[in-house]
């Protein structure tokens, strides 16, 4: 098992930024891919970013390419999502989620490549 704690969410104007962090406990986190999704009212949960376990491997959603940077510490069992140049339709609530095994090429946004998931943080960005 492994358990996910988000903290970091809040109110920012357009153009802020935010870091959104990750705690996890639990299961061997070094070894764990790990991604973040968020999901606006009334919409589905999208992907946002992800890391390999080794933080070589990084990948984005078009939408968040160049603003947000996703990285990990593991020897603080924590992944951050660093949010630049916030807009407004960023605003939504922002999982973190861990896999149980290795995650390949197509399936990093997948949301079932991924078995643990946080309670959540808002992010909210004002106009």
């Known amino acids: 098992q492994v358990q996910l704690v988000e903290s970091g969410g809040g109110l920012v104007q357009a153009g802020g930024s935010l870091r959104l962090s990750c705690a996890a406990s639990?299961?061997?986190?070094?070894?764990?891919?790990m991604g973040w999704f968020r999901q606006a009212p009334g919409k589905e949960r999208e992907f946002v970013a992800a890391?390999?376990?080794?933080?070589?491997?990084?990948y984005y959603a078009d939408s968040v390419k160049g603003r947000f940077t996703i990285s990990r510490d593991n020897a603080k069992n924590t992944v951050y999502l660093q949010m630049n140049s916030l807009k407004p339709e960023d605003t939504a609530v922002y999982y973190c989620?861990?896999?149980?095994?290795?995650?390949?090429?197509?399936?990093?946004?997948?949301?079932?490549?991924?078995?643990?998931w946080g309670q959540g943080t808002q992010v909210t960005v004002s106009s």
């Open positions: 989620a861990a896999g149980a095994g290795p995650i390949y090429g197509s399936s990093w946004p997948r949301r079932d490549s991924y078995d643990y």
């Open positions: 639990g299961r061997t986190f070094s070894f764990s891919p």
């Open positions: 890391i390999s376990w080794s933080g070589g491997s990084t």
